[in-house]
């Protein structure tokens, strides 16, 4: 199967600067245990270079979206180090942190907009966070909603709008930071199969543009048709790293 | 400040919440200020009276009565000598006929000269007493009304000093159960608010920049319920105060709240903003731990 193709969207918008390192992300020796009975990752070990798209894959449960908690720093691991661009995330003081979530775009199952907002508002909103002027933030959030097709609902509020567009939405306002990775949560996972495809293929297109991407998913065909590198995660440790990999757990 | 407006129906009810407790606040202060005028007056009806035997010389009596000013228990002392005791008498008895002939009968004034001791404080009584006690004034005391009303002073100092710790207690419980009422009103309020603040801090707002509004929000809604609960007071007390002024001649609430104006309107309003900040702020640090 070939590559899947990239849309037709624009790409007039730069993601990402051009970093130097090798490993952008390095995950060593990761742990996570909420109690004796429940251990979600056990001494998980891997790394992402720039520019990578890099799915994770495993069963409900496995681990996955511990290990992008883990990342975004929603959640604290147990043991091991986690470092983003050669930085220690874990020692990382609390008011740093939402510097750290500008640089890391995070994209959920959920979409998580907020439901008071127009498409337009909960884009800006991202960048008011980081206290970006007013004339700034019409400019990126108009490419950004550009990027993902969106210019023409900008003003529509999410219960407006179908399940894939509010992703897109989700996806122009992990974007708008201009961040060097972009994780996804089972970003699909609330989606039928068009809408699936539609948002997998603005996926690769950011990642063309220069984004890492880091996909979880439990959706074999996704994965199978991808052909990019595939981290599986079974009962909570990396049972393979293969790039390209496939959908295969045991 | 938008959430104020959008939030329309949330931010009624904890205004209207906070309005209570402040309303609640209010009247507990002022019961506490009726309640302490009530027992200054009782305590002030309150004094002793030494009476001196007719031999006594004035120049002694005013050496005693200078003594007492000195110490630190007594309040006041009012000499009252033998001649302006009997136009006092007279008046007191002018209505009892077998009093005012049993005077005319005897042709010379009987009345001993006295002091009138009020003591700071009802507890202070006895030392009083017992200072005028001392061998050296036995000469020319004839008798100390204290021990005549020993028991009466005693429970009556009982009673008010039970009155007044019960009554900050009771308005201490009072005030803390209308707080607890108001800040979880709040917490709810913010409760609802929570995915937003995860969000928020999710695409990478800093503490600051959510709890903010939250500020203000609370301040608004303690500086709006202040000015509602100061609505509802004033008139209440204009209602209420003259009635109480029938009852209770020595206390006029309508001319304390005149008095004291500015400075109760500043205490409301500073206790809306408290509550209202102190509530927003602890509700929302719960949903920053993100």
């Known amino acids: 199967m070939s590559r899947l193709p990239s849309s037709d969207l624009p790409g007039d918008f730069y993601f990402g600067k051009i970093p130097t390192y090798t490993a952008m992300i390095r995950f060593e020796h990761v742990s996570k245990i909420y109690n004796s009975h429940s251990v979600a990752l056990k001494s998980v070990s891997f790394e992402v270079k720039p520019q990578e798209f890099v799915s994770v894959v495993g069963r409900s449960g496995a681990g996955k979206s511990t290990l992008l908690k883990l990342l975004i720093a929603e959640e604290k691991p147990t043991g091991g180090r986690i470092f983003f661009n050669k930085q220690n995330i874990l020692k990382m003081p609390a008011k740093e942190l939402p510097f750290l979530r500008r640089q890391i775009g995070a994209v959920f199952q959920d979409f998580k907009l907020l439901p008071n907002k127009t498409a337009y508002e909960n884009v800006a909103f991202a960048m008011e966070v980081a206290g970006k002027s007013e004339a700034e933030i019409q400019n ?65 297109k950011i990642n063309e543009l220069g984004t890492t991407v880091i996909l979880a998913t439990h959706d074999k065909e996704i994965i199978n048709a991808l052909e990019r590198r595939v981290v599986s995660l079974e009962n909570g440790v990396v049972s393979r790293d293969e790039n390209p990999g496939r959908y295969i757990l045991s | ?106 042709g010379i004034n009987p009345l001993e000269a006295s002091l009138n001791i009020l003591a700071k404080n009802l507890s202070q009584y006895p030392a009083i007493t017992a200072f005028l006690n001392q061998d050296q004034y036995k000469g020319i005391i004839t008798n100390i009304t204290y021990t005549e009303n020993k028991d009466a002073i005693d429970r009556l100092s009982n009673i008010i000093k039970v009155l007044r710790e019960s009554g900050v207690a009771a308005s201490l419980i009072l005030a803390f159960i209308a707080f607890l009422v108001a800040f979880n009103t709040v917490r709810l309020a913010i409760y609802s608010a929570r995915e937003e603040i995860t969000v928020m801090k999710l695409v990478g707002a800093s503490n600051w920049f959510v709890r903010g509004p939250f500020i203000v929000e609370g301040v608004l809604h303690g500086v709006v319920a202040s000015i509602i609960s100061f609505m509802i007071v004033i008139p209440g007390i204009g209602f209420l105060g003259p009635k109480l002024f029938d009852f209770l001649p020595n206390i006029n609430l309508v001319s304390y709240i005149g008095d004291n104006f500015w400075p109760l309107l500043l205490f409301q309003t500073l206790g809306g903003i408290i509550l209202g900040v102190f509530s927003s702020w602890v509700a929302v640090r719960k949903y920053l731990k993100v």
Do not use: C
Not at chain 1, 165 to 170: L, M, S
Not at chain 2, 44 to 70: H, Q, R, W
Not at chain 2, 71 to 77: D, L
């Open chain 1, 140 to 204: 990126d959030v108009g490419r950004v909603l550009d990027l993902v097709g969106l210019k023409n609902k900008k003003d529509n509020f999410p219960r407006e709008l179908s399940g894939g567009e509010k992703q897109r939405v989700a996806i122009a306002r992990a974007m708008v930071h201009r961040p060097s990775v972009i994780v996804a949560d089972e970003p699909t996972g609330n989606l039928d199969p068009i809408n699936t495809w539609d948002i997998i293929r603005l996926l690769i």
């Open chain 2, 1 to 106: 400040m938008l959430n104020f407006w959008r939030n329309g129906w949330l931010s009624t009810a904890t205004v209207l919440i906070m309005t209570v407790t402040l309303v609640v606040w209010t009247s507990i202060f002022l019961l506490n200020v009726v309640l302490t005028s009530v027992l200054d007056v009782l305590v002030e009806k309150v004094d002793i009276s030494v009476y001196f035997n007719l031999g006594a010389k004035e120049m002694d009596i005013l050496a005693l009565k200078s003594k007492l000013e000195g110490m630190g228990e007594v309040n006041s002392v009012e000499y009252i000598s033998a001649e302006q005791a009997l136009p006092i008498f007279k008046k007191r008895h002018a209505d009892n006929d077998i009093f005012i002939k049993s005077l005319q009968e005897i």
